[in-house]
């Protein structure tokens, strides 16, 4: 007859275990609510739900966690069980799982310490990578004392444990340990149908609401909602009234639509303005520097700047003081760069199948006779970059096209700054040759964990991210020097911007900011040097730059020539892999799963709480019109370049 005190000595360990994972999650909780600092205010009603709501997400993770035990404890006949045999592996599972539980409380500190936030989609994203992260944490850490560190903590807490791990007097049969692992099993159903990782989100500080949940559920969460379907999870419109709004919207007085087709975004780009009274063929420089938030630069307002060659770049270049990045990622960067598109929730279309052959910036110069390229200081495999780019009208340059004689230093993550640069310069001089203008798109690595840079550039430790970005800073600086005596510099355009700010999280669900990027447009002989104090996208770049070169193109671009947009039309897209943003009349609509709408005030300046405001419709309408339509198009194969590559004439 099955009772509990049949089963209690088989099912022991799992009491210890449980005792072991809620003390470990509570004090990896606790240190990083300390790490935290002034991001949570000293409010007894914070502390009291995150460590509340924390249990509870530990003791449902603690459901999936423990299954390598129950399945042993279940299956082991008992005269195993009670043999030397079984002993050891019961410890030895125990070990394993003590372990794992105190490498991953070390593994949410270092990426607390990054990204102020639990793991999410972008710690899936590193697992893929394993090369690059694992190098990443053997160059940024002294992983030998951290991994001797776990063993000898595990080993204490084993032999503490060891009165629960006996075997004792096991009288239980295979039936009655099958209604403990049936009910194991029940559990396990229930709490993944009942809960989810939204249900914490329910604080006005961020910080609380992560610290609420639990890392390895977080992970498992990321993995499942790594490509979100957004009609199947966000608000949505009538898909005519959608794309109706979307055409509205997307209409400048420098754009005509090609068609009455509906779900038709082609507009002809005419331009009134640019480097001369004709349509220029000047070669354009695009930059996006790693990590580079504009509070870092004196232009910016940052004080101390870290950046003297970009402050004294910005007195001779248009300087757009308002740019906000598109979302956390590089992959989200490259994307608005490329393609000119809100992010869409999930993955990056840069990572999603079925991204080739995207209307993108090269599309239109290639039109035009232009060698378009991208070229990356890492190896381009990361991240899918080569492949992106490489089927996107891009001819892709990275790392191992750098001969090891010509590097004078790199880590895991890539090459130094300069030696990409130069890789860049003899690029440039191969084409110019040819006689034909380039289009090149420059993405960096030096401004990355572990922060390492050739030695005698700038007067700056090693493994600091503020030495980083002086380096980085340094490099555009010599880029430029070796550029001005080049024959092709007096004709090309360079714009130098980031793919994302170096932080992500704040006490706000989508933080506003840390979206805040430079953008610089530096050439002497065709770009007057100024201000632009208008608020932009970073899917605003594209064509932008496209009008200031003179240009005439189609195009299937969801951002605007700011030049040519409407004073009060001004508006930005900022995101996570969840949560959409739409930033306009100092409002931040949000978008999130589950159907959620709401509308805070944004902070532009510091880390805070972004009061709720009353949702204005018209404003909501607009976001989800943008970003579901966005999403359609991509994922029914109407963003391609193929029919948008004719140019207009003049």
């Given at each position: 007859?099955?009772?509990?005190?049949?089963?209690?000595?088989?099912?022991?360990?799992?009491?210890?275990?449980?005792?072991?994972?809620?003390?470990?999650?509570?004090?990896?909780?606790?240190?990083?609510?300390?790490?935290?600092?002034?991001?949570?205010?000293?409010?007894?009603?914070?502390?009291?739900?995150?460590?509340?709501?924390?249990?509870?997400?530990?003791?449902?993770?603690?459901?999936?966690?423990?299954?390598?035990?129950?399945?042993?404890?279940?299956?082991?006949?008992?005269?195993?069980?009670?043999?030397?045999?079984?002993?050891?592996?019961?410890?030895?599972?125990?070990?394993?799982?003590?372990?794992?539980?105190?490498?991953?409380?070390?593994?949410?500190?270092?990426?607390?310490?990054?990204?102020?936030?639990?793991?999410?989609?972008?710690?899936?994203?590193?697992?893929?990578?394993?090369?690059?992260?694992?190098?990443?944490?053997?160059?940024?850490?002294?992983?030998?004392?951290?991994?001797?560190?776990?063993?000898?903590?595990?080993?204490?807490?084993?032999?503490?444990?060891?009165?629960?791990?006996?075997?004792?007097?096991?009288?239980?049969?295979?039936?009655?340990?099958?209604?403990?692992?049936?009910?194991?099993?029940?559990?396990?159903?229930?709490?993944?149908?009942?809960?989810?990782?939204?249900?914490?989100?329910?604080?006005?500080?961020?910080?609380?609401?992560?610290?609420?949940?639990?890392?390895?559920?977080?992970?498992?969460?990321?993995?499942?909602?790594?490509?979100?379907?957004?009609?199947?999870?966000?608000?949505?419109?009538?898909?005519?009234?959608?794309?109706?709004?979307?055409?509205?919207?997307?209409?400048?007085?420098?754009?005509?639509?090609?068609?009455?087709?509906?779900?038709?975004?082609?507009?002809?780009?005419?331009?009134?303005?640019?480097?001369?009274?004709?349509?220029?063929?000047?070669?354009?420089?695009?930059?996006?520097?790693?990590?580079?938030?504009?509070?870092?630069?004196?232009?910016?307002?940052?004080?101390?700047?870290?950046?003297?060659?970009?402050?004294?770049?910005?007195?001779?270049?248009?300087?757009?003081?308002?740019?906000f990045a598109s979302g956390t990622r590089t992959v989200r960067g490259l994307e608005a760069l490329a393609l000119?598109?809100?992010?869409?929730?999930?993955?990056?279309?840069?990572?999603?199948?079925?991204?080739?052959?995207?209307?993108?910036?090269?599309?239109?110069?290639?039109?035009?006779?232009?060698?378009?390229?991208?070229?990356?200081?890492?190896?381009?495999?990361?991240?899918?970059?080569?492949?992106?780019?490489?089927?996107?009208?891009?001819?892709?340059?990275?790392?191992?096209?750098?001969?090891?004689?010509?590097?004078?230093?790199?880590?895991?993550?890539?090459?130094?700054?300069?030696?990409?640069?130069?890789?860049?310069?003899?690029?440039?001089?191969?084409?110019?040759?040819?006689?034909?203008?380039?289009?090149?798109?420059?993405?960096?690595?030096?401004?990355?964990?572990?922060?390492?840079?050739?030695?005698?550039?700038?007067?700056?430790?090693?493994?600091?991210?503020?030495?980083?970005?002086?380096?980085?800073?340094?490099?555009?600086?010599?880029?430029?020097?070796?550029?001005?005596?080049?024959?092709?510099?007096?004709?090309?355009?360079?714009?130098?911007?980031?793919?994302?700010?170096?932080?992500?999280?704040?006490?706000?669900?989508?933080?506003?900011?840390?979206?805040?990027?430079?953008?610089?447009?530096?050439?002497?002989?065709?770009?007057?040097?100024?201000?632009?104090?208008?608020?932009?996208?970073?899917?605003?770049?594209?064509?932008?730059?496209?009008?200031?070169?003179?240009?005439?193109?189609?195009?299937?671009?969801?951002?605007?020539?700011?030049f040519r947009l409407e004073p009060g039309r001004e508006r930005a897209f900022i995101g996570n892999y969840q949560?959409?943003?739409?930033?306009?009349?100092?409002?931040?609509?949000?978008?999130?799963?589950?159907?959620?709408?709401?509308?805070?005030?944004?902070?532009?300046?510091?880390?805070?709480?972004?009061?709720?405001?009353?949702?204005?419709?018209?404003?909501?309408?607009?976001?989800?019109?943008?970003?579901?339509?966005?999403?359609?198009?991509?994922?029914?194969?109407?963003?391609?370049?193929?029919?948008?590559?004719?140019?207009?004439?003049?």
């Amino acid at each position: 007859m099955y009772t509990i005190a049949s089963v209690w000595p088989r099912f022991r360990p799992l009491a210890w275990l449980v005792v072991v994972f809620i003390g470990i999650s509570t004090l990896t909780r606790l240190a990083l609510l300390i790490a935290t600092g002034d991001g949570i205010p000293a409010s007894p009603g914070y502390w009291l739900y995150a460590f509340v709501a924390g249990f509870g997400y530990d003791l449902l993770t603690f459901v999936y966690f423990a299954w390598p035990l129950v399945l042993l404890l279940w299956l082991m006949p008992r005269r195993w069980y009670a043999a030397r045999f079984g002993r050891a592996a019961l410890a030895t599972l125990c070990f394993v799982l003590v372990f794992v539980l105190l490498f991953v409380a070390g593994a949410e500190w270092t990426f607390w310490d990054e990204f102020q936030t639990r793991f999410n989609f972008i710690a899936v994203d590193y697992l893929i990578y394993t090369n690059e992260v694992i190098g990443n944490i053997r160059e940024s850490y002294p992983v030998r004392s951290i991994i001797a560190g776990i063993l000898v903590a595990t080993a204490l807490l084993m032999l503490a444990g060891r009165r629960w791990r006996r075997a004792g007097d096991d009288s239980s049969t295979l039936g009655a340990r099958s209604k403990v692992a049936l009910g194991w099993l029940l559990a396990t159903v229930l709490v993944t149908f009942a809960v989810d990782g939204n249900l914490k989100q329910r604080t006005s500080n961020e910080y609380v609401n992560q610290l609420a949940g639990n890392g390895i559920y977080e992970f498992f969460a990321a993995v499942r909602s790594s490509e979100l379907a957004y009609a199947r999870f966000y608000r949505t419109l009538p898909e005519a009234t959608a794309f109706a709004k979307l055409r509205v919207l997307l209409q400048t007085p420098d754009a005509r639509f090609v068609s009455d087709d509906p779900l038709d975004i082609t507009r002809d780009i005419t331009s009134d303005r640019g480097a001369g009274s004709e349509e220029r063929r000047l070669n354009m420089v695009l930059i996006s520097v790693e990590s580079l938030s504009a509070f870092y630069s004196g232009a910016y307002g940052g004080n101390p700047s870290l950046t003297p060659e970009l402050d004294r770049l910005a007195g001779e270049s248009l300087l757009f003081t308002r740019l906000f990045a598109s979302g956390t990622r590089t992959v989200r960067g490259l994307e608005a760069l490329a393609l000119s598109v809100p992010p869409t929730p999930g993955e990056s279309i840069v990572k999603r199948p079925r991204n080739e052959g995207l209307f993108s910036m090269a599309t239109v110069f290639n039109a035009k006779g232009y060698v378009s390229e991208f070229l990356y200081g890492g190896y381009g495999a990361f991240d899918n970059m080569n492949h992106f780019f490489g089927s996107n009208g891009y001819e892709v340059r990275d790392r191992s096209d750098i001969a090891p004689e010509n590097i004078h230093q790199a880590n895991i993550w890539g090459v130094a700054d300069e030696d990409l640069y130069t890789l860049a310069l003899g690029e440039f001089d191969r084409v110019h040759a040819m006689g034909k203008p380039f289009f090149a798109h420059i993405m960096t690595t030096s401004n990355h964990r572990p922060y390492t840079f050739p030695e005698g550039r700038i007067d700056a430790p090693q493994g600091k991210r503020e030495s980083a970005v002086r380096y980085t800073d340094w490099a555009i600086g010599d880029l430029l020097r070796r550029a001005r005596g080049k024959p092709w510099f007096d004709d090309t355009v360079f714009v130098i911007t980031a793919d994302h700010c170096a932080s992500s999280g704040g006490i706000a669900s989508l933080p506003v900011f840390r979206y805040h990027i430079p953008l610089l447009v530096y050439s002497p002989k065709h770009v007057p040097a100024g201000r632009m104090e208008r608020l932009i996208g970073q899917v605003d770049i594209a064509p932008t730059v496209l009008g200031l070169l003179g240009m005439n193109y189609r195009s299937r671009f969801f951002g605007a020539d700011i030049f040519r947009l409407e004073p009060g039309r001004e508006r930005a897209f900022i995101g996570n892999y969840q949560r959409l943003g739409y930033l306009r009349n100092d409002q931040l609509i949000e978008l999130a799963p589950g159907s959620h709408l709401g509308s805070v005030r944004p902070d532009y300046d510091k880390n805070a709480v972004q009061p709720k405001m009353p949702v204005d419709a018209a404003l909501a309408d607009e976001a989800i019109s943008y970003y579901q339509t966005a999403s359609y198009l991509f994922s029914h194969g109407m963003l391609a370049a193929r029919g948008a590559e004719a140019t207009v004439a003049r």
